[in-house]
């Protein structure tokens, strides 16, 4: 397994993320995430996106990380926010996520972020047990969803 720094709009991230996005529209039935996401806000230094490849190089597993500050959907000075964190069915159990996320952490501290927060739903469950067994708790609601009953937040200092 490889990791890569690539943009956002790189083709093998636009394909993750139209499969994490379709994955969202089964478990939520709304079309997908519509959190506005930009390919500059996971520009270093100021975020990060990676891919995992397999031994094919086939991208099998992503994520990013993007700089949020205080502002009117909740977040804080220092905010670190993971986007995109996906994992391909066929791969799911490898720890690819926990390599991704670990990455993505550090990443994070050495650009200066304290905090790294998260949203995700109460139809992921496999993802609240990613974060809570990495060391993230929940914290106040922020972001798109925000006002959503199934949104949950999390949170961990870095």
Same mark, same amino acid.
């Given at each position: 397994?490889?990791?890569?720094?690539?943009?956002?709009?790189?083709?093998?991230?636009?394909?993750?993320?139209?499969?994490?996005?379709?994955?969202?529209?089964?478990?939520?039935?709304? +079309?997908?995430?519509?959190?506005?996401?930009?390919?500059?806000?996971?520009?270093?230094?100021?975020?990060?996106?990676?891919?995992?490849?397999?031994?094919? +190089?086939?991208?099998?597993?992503?994520?990013?990380?993007?700089?949020?500050?205080?502002?009117?959907?909740?977040?804080?000075?220092?905010?670190?926010?993971?986007?995109?964190?996906?994992?391909?069915?066929?791969?799911?159990?490898?720890?690819?996520?926990?390599?991704?996320?670990?990455?993505?952490?550090?990443?994070?501290?050495?650009?200066?972020?304290?905090?790294?927060?998260?949203?995700? +739903?109460?139809?992921?469950?496999?993802?609240?047990?990613?974060?809570?067994?990495?060391?993230?708790?929940?914290?106040?609601?922020?972001?798109?969803?925000?006002?959503?009953?199934?949104?949950?937040?999390?949170?961990?200092?870095?």
């Amino acid at each position: 397994m490889t990791i890569r720094q690539v943009p956002f709009d790189h083709p093998d991230a636009v394909k993750l993320n139209d499969e994490v996005q379709a994955e969202y529209h089964v478990r939520y039935g709304d +079309g997908g995430d519509a959190t506005p996401l930009d390919p500059s806000d996971f520009k270093p230094p100021n975020g990060l996106y990676l891919l995992a490849y397999d031994v094919n +190089g086939v991208p099998v597993a992503s994520g990013g990380w993007r700089a949020q500050d205080a502002n009117d959907e909740g977040n804080l000075d220092g905010d670190a926010e993971l986007k995109r964190m996906f994992v391909v069915e066929s791969m799911r159990g490898r720890g690819l996520a926990r390599r991704i996320l670990a990455a993505l952490e550090e990443d994070a501290r050495a650009a200066g972020r304290v905090r790294m927060v998260l949203e995700t +739903g109460t139809k992921q469950p496999e993802a609240v047990a990613l974060y809570t067994s990495s060391g993230y708790e929940p914290c106040a609601k922020f972001g798109y969803y925000r006002f959503h009953e199934s949104s949950r937040c999390y949170a961990k200092a870095l």
